[in-house]
């Protein structure tokens, strides 16, 4: 599954907002066509989100090939610039703009460097993955139930996955599993991006409720829940798409363990905790309606927050490309990062 391309200038980008009924690619000539997809959840998911962050810069880098330095940094600024505004939370897209803007200004030759380097995220991504879901494939046991939550796959990823990676990983190693997914109010992440994947790789999943997750721990035997981060502080206190929070709680009180899967991109060396992540307000409508029908009262307030931050002390472990880290976090995220 193609989720993002980089074609000399154009950037692919398969819809995820028609999935799992429609598979259409669209094509992007321009930051404001990839902003907008961003915006509007065409392209989702942290590592996902700093692929398409990296491709932009690396697209603007393309378009000015031969002009002079300093007017390919300007129109690199603006694209970064633009990218930035599009969502707060995944540390992925922040990372990845700063790390493209900064190699091209270390450069003599701007633009090859920001295509270089955005080519070098992907790459890292790739292999930060494949790594992880091994790792956290170690942890399965024959006859788990695992509960996950929004979506954490190839989709989000454009890579195997984080979350989801690891227990395709441990279905492909022969383990038998039963897993359920959260649909994952309000943009069901979970029942129709996590499904589809599911269902596409020949794995068996049910989709449950968000609000079922309590009684399907206690009533099912849930032994361990797995989800994704998009900005992990240097506590370990884990920012992830809302829900995240009550299911570790949950977890606790049912005797599951509580894993996060997440490559080392997605950790923010600075930031020391989770009070200070950026959680992103969505709009009111993505509430509101329902299939296009009006469910809330025009009069009733909204409060759509895209995230929740779980607390370190509720997570097991932090899966990561080097490997599964324990509590302090304090200590096993340096450590892993080596600073
Ligand atoms: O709003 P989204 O769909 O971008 O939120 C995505 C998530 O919260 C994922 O769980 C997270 O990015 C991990 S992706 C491997």
Redesign the pocket.
């Known amino acids: 599954m193609q989720v993002i391309s980089l074609e000399d200038s154009r950037v692919m980008m398969l819809d995820q907002t028609l999935l799992p009924g429609e598979e259409r690619v669209i094509v992007c000539e321009d930051t404001e066509c990839i902003a907008e997809a961003i915006e509007s ?1 065409r392209i ?4 996902a ?1 700093g692929i398409a962050a990296a491709f932009a810069m690396a697209q603007t880098a393309l378009k000015s090939r031969g002009k002079p330095r300093e007017e390919v940094l300007q129109r690199l600024r603006e694209t970064h610039a633009r990218i930035k505004a599009t ?1 707060p939370t ?1 540390v992925n897209l922040h990372a990845a703009l700063d790390r493209v803007m900064k190699s091209a200004e270390e450069s003599q030759d701007a633009a090859e460097a920001a295509v270089r380097e955005a080519m070098r995220i992907y790459e890292e991504e790739q292999e930060a993955s494949r790594r992880l879901c091994e790792h956290g494939a170690g942890l399965i046991k024959d006859g788990d139930v695992i509960l996950t ?4 796959g190839a989709l ?2 454009a890579t195997l ?3 989801l990676g690891v227990i395709v990983t441990a279905w492909r190693q022969g383990k038998k599993l039963r897993v359920f997914a959260d649909e994952t109010r309000p ?1 069901l ?1 979970g029942a129709r991006l996590t499904a589809w994947e599911l269902v596409k790789a020949g794995i068996p999943v049910t989709v449950i409720a968000d609000g079922s997750a309590g009684y399907v721990m206690r009533t099912q035997g849930v032994t361990k829940v797995i ?4 900005r992990i502080a240097m506590n370990g206190d884990t920012a ?2 809302i829900g995240t929070y009550s299911l570790a709680v949950l977890a606790r009180e049912h005797g599951a363990e509580f894993y996060i899967a ?1 490559p080392l991109s997605t950790v923010d060396p600075g930031i020391e905790s989770g009070e200070e992540i950026p959680v992103e307000r969505r709009s009111r409508e993505e509430l509101e309606f329902f299939n296009g029908r009006r469910i809330v009262p025009e009069q009733a307030e909204v409060l759509n927050l ?2 929740d931050v779980t607390p370190a002390e509720y997570i097991t472990g932090i899966i990561t490309e080097a490997g599964v880290l324990r509590p302090p976090y304090e200590e096993s995220l340096r450590r892993a990062l080596g600073v």
């Open positions: 959840l989702r998911g942290a590592p989100l969502r995944a939550h929004c979506n954490t989000a990823t996955g984080t979350a943009l992440q989800v994704g981060a998009d992830n798409k997440a895209a995230f």
